[in-house]
């Protein structure tokens, strides 16, 4: 509060000097910098990070149990090996139909547990998948780009296992212009009905120029080791309708399109280790409602619906356009521990940039905690900002929030 305190007292100060002294040559520049605060950087960081071992669940009474890939048999496989206009499909499963067209796949799954082991390259094609079974696909230096919607597509309710081949470079990219199909979904490069659950030790990069990057509209998993980067110029980066679970791994994602979210979840999300990184450039986006109201919405590097839980891990969240928010949250945030940076540097034309916008209560009870806003309010919350005994700093500024244990 003292730091509130002088801030203002500074105001009133340059006030009247500038009223009653117009030709005073006193040098300002000192006083004012003193209040002058730069925000921490939150840049992408693609650096290796070391992490636990990553234990599967065992106990087949665990919720958490049919997340793992491990848990089930992959005696069924099939290898796709694309070549430009081409694919070349390997294996035959009993209940496994592949129908094809150049190098754009559509499969059948009525197996059962069957990997498809997916590489090679194509400036033209696609991998779309029905069936009520669950799959892995293991990408093991696979680059994908479909010029007309999603490069991989599960049209499937059940959990599709994204693997990341160890030591593998794969990538994955939609076109500008989809090309719809009646009564199905296609809402990013990488989509799924299902659930998603990456896992193994290489890297994914995903570019989305049509529309989001990674969605799934049930839940996403995301296991420790795999290296994700996601960049999106029109929608959301990495959305998950039903929650999302960060168990480890490094994660980048950029978006820069009006309105769009780096992070969006839809569900609880809860967070245990890794690191996440998250920025945001778009600017607000007004549409016009059927009412003939308007609407609009501003850019987060993270938005969640619900409950959002930090356990561990580093997270960081940056947003630079207009009116964008480090995070925007719905409900209520609990941070427990790990390392949480939310940064709003964009101007206030149309919405108000926040650190962190809350119409829960925000619940620190261990870690790190920032937040900054060049031009609003650091923190802004509908409920209670609660901070738990034992910290080792507290400092609520006009611009900065620090809270550390």
């Known amino acids: 509060m003292k730091k509130v305190l002088r801030y203002s007292l500074l105001l009133t100060a340059l006030t009247l000097v500038m009223a009653s002294c117009q030709k005073d040559d006193t040098d300002m520049d000192d006083i004012i910098a003193e209040y002058q605060v730069?925000?921490?950087?939150?840049?992408?960081?693609?650096?290796?990070l070391t992490e636990a071992p990553d234990v599967p669940?065992?106990?087949?009474?665990?919720?958490?149990?049919?997340?793992?890939?491990e848990n089930s048999p992959w005696n069924k496989v099939i290898g796709i090996a694309f070549d430009g206009e081409n694919a070349t499909v390997s294996g035959s499963v009993p209940g496994v139909m592949v129908r094809q067209q150049g190098a754009h796949l559509t499969i059948m799954n009525i197996s059962g547990p069957v990997k498809f082991v997916v590489s090679g390259k194509t400036n033209n094609g696609s991998i779309k998948f029905y069936g009520d079974k669950r799959f892995q696909v293991l990408l093991s230096g696979a680059e994908i780009t479909n010029p007309n919607g999603a490069a991989i597509n599960n049209q499937g309710g059940k959990t599709m296992y994204v693997v990341l081949d160890d030591g593998t470079v794969n990538r994955l990219q939609d076109g500008e212009n989809y090309v719809m199909v009646d009564e199905e979904d296609q809402k990013a490069a990488l989509f799924s009905e299902g659930q998603i659950v990456f896992s193994g030790h290489g890297e994914l990069s995903v570019i989305a120029v049509?529309?989001?990057?990674?969605?799934?509209?049930?839940y996403i998993r995301i296991r420790p080791g795999v290296k994700i980067h996601v960049n999106s110029s029109a929608l959301d980066g990495l959305r998950a309708n039903d929650g999302i679970i960060v168990d480890g791994g490094v994660l980048n994602i950029e978006t820069t399109g009006a309105g769009a979210k780096g992070v969006r979840s839809g569900g609880v999300m809860t967070v245990n280790g890794g690191r996440m990184i998250a920025l945001c450039a778009g600017d607000s986006r007004t549409e016009l409602?059927?009412?003939?109201?308007?609407?609009?919405?501003?850019?987060?590097?993270?938005?969640?619906?619900?409950?959002?839980?930090v356990n561990g891990g580093v997270l960081k969240f940056?947003?630079?356009?207009?009116?964008?928010?480090?995070?925007?949250?719905?409900w209520n945030v609990d941070i427990r521990g790990g390392s949480f940076f939310a940064v709003a540097t964009g101007t206030r034309e149309v919405k108000?940039?926040?650190?962190?916008?809350?119409?829960?209560?925000?619940?620190?009870?261990?870690?790190y905690f920032y937040s900054y806003?060049?031009?609003?309010?650091?923190?802004?919350?509908?409920?209670?900002?609660?901070?738990?005994?034992?910290?080792?700093?507290?400092?609520?500024?006009?611009?900065?929030?620090t809270i550390a244990f």
């Open 38 to 48: 730069e925000p921490v950087e939150v840049e992408l960081d693609f650096s290796a």
């Open 57 to 69: 669940v065992t106990d087949e009474n665990d919720s958490a149990f049919n997340d793992y890939v």
């Open 210 to 218: 049509g529309r989001g990057g990674i969605r799934s509209d049930d």
């Open 289 to 309: 409602e059927d009412d003939g109201m308007t609407d609009t919405t501003a850019c987060a590097a993270l938005y969640c619906d619900s409950l959002l839980t």
């Open 318 to 330: 940056k947003a630079t356009g207009d009116g964008g928010k480090g995070l925007n949250g719905k």
């Open 352 to 367: 108000k940039p926040k650190g962190v916008k809350l119409d829960g209560s925000l619940n620190i009870s261990g870690g």
């Open 373 to 401: 806003s060049k031009r609003s309010d650091p923190v802004e919350t509908g409920g209670m900002l609660n901070v738990a005994p034992g910290y080792t700093t507290y400092s609520h500024g006009p611009k900065v929030v």
